[in-house]
């Protein structure tokens, strides 16, 4: 959505998608001539747009770093900054508020069952929905969504949906919804209201909604992931809150951020050496319990 709006003010030459991590440890080289939105800030960069709380403490204020952690989303953040409604087309209207809608997760239990439309899309295109570990699609993930950019300024998304670059992927997308939803009942543990989803000893990790566990197990309020990082290198421990039962006080950004992580209070991701996974993940438990 931020490239969807960026292209329409005409300030998109090239557009590229980085990993978080590679951002924040500084792989990702930046000039001032490079927009950032929905990462963590790189000095040097022109101008950042974000909505993660985390960031505040770990960048501070900069003049040229736009941050809002109240913002549902970091293309909110964006669209309000160049004047939103006064400057972008009245399409954009209902794109954005389907953006906020899913980067704020105001998802009822029922579109995470039986998503369609833009909420489908928006779970297609969620890396960590994990169809981009599929090769035979007939465009990569990030093509597509240079792809998209364009899409969405010319189409309705009834039309988008139906294009078969999307069709493709939202086929495979149900047919391996069943046996996802069994994978996450096999490695899920419940420890009080926290559910414990351990997949390192699954290989390989089915694609399917991030949020299905609170679907599956509604009595839980937050859940905590663990597995392998790229080619096995480190593990990574995502922390998410139930997007339907919200009483977990536990900041998840600000907890992530501990372990060179980071993220928003409601769901964060850090990346720790494999032969500390054990141990991070139980100070992690131990903390979401005292938060509670």
């Known amino acids: 959505a931020s490239a969807v709006l960026l ?37 040097g960069i022109h101008l950042a747009f974000d909505h993660h709380a985390s960031e505040a403490n770990r ?64 779970f297609l295109l969620d890396p960590r929905t994990g169809l981009g570990r599929f090769r035979d699609f007939a465009v990569s993930d990030q093509a597509l969504m ?9 189409l309705p998304i009834e039309k988008v949906m139906e294009r078969y670059d999307i069709t493709e992927r939202s086929d495979r997308y149900f047919v391996l919804e069943e046996k996802f939803r069994e994978q996450i009942r096999k490695y899920s543990e ?17 694609a399917g909604n991030r949020f299905l566990p609170y679907a599956l197990f509604p009595e ?15 593990t990574v421990i995502a922390v998410g809150k139930s ?15 501990k372990y060179g992580g ?10 720790v050496p494999n032969e500390r996974a054990d141990e991070i993940m139980r100070n992690i438990i131990q903390d979401i319990s005292e938060a509670a």
């Open 59 to 122: 960048v501070g204020p900069r003049e040229n770093y736009v941050l809002d952690p109240g913002a549902p989303s970091a293309s909110q953040v964006l669209y309000d900054h160049f004047d939103g409604t006064a400057k972008f087309p009245a399409y954009t209207r209902e794109m954005m508020a389907a953006v906020n809608k899913a980067d704020s997760a105001q998802f009822t239990r029922e579109e995470i069952f039986h998503p369609r439309g833009w909420i489908l899309l928006h």
């Open 243 to 257: 997007i339907f039962d919200r009483s977990s006080r536990y900041n998840a950004g600000m907890g992530m951020l």
């Open 146 to 154: 240079i792809k998209l950019t364009d899409l969405c300024r010319k």
């Open 190 to 206: 419940l420890r009080e209201k926290i559910i414990v989803i351990d997949l390192r000893e699954e290989d390989p990790i089915l």
């Open 7 to 43: 292209k329409e003010l005409g300030m998109i030459e090239e557009l590229d998608f980085v990993h978080p991590k590679d951002m924040q440890d500084g792989k990702v080289r930046v000039s001032s001539h490079d927009i950032s939105t929905n990462l963590p800030y790189a000095e």
């Open 262 to 271: 980071g993220g928003h209070e409601g769901a964060g991701t850090c990346q």
């Open 220 to 234: 839980t309020n937050i859940s905590l992931h663990i597995f392998w990082g790229r080619e096995k290198k480190n």
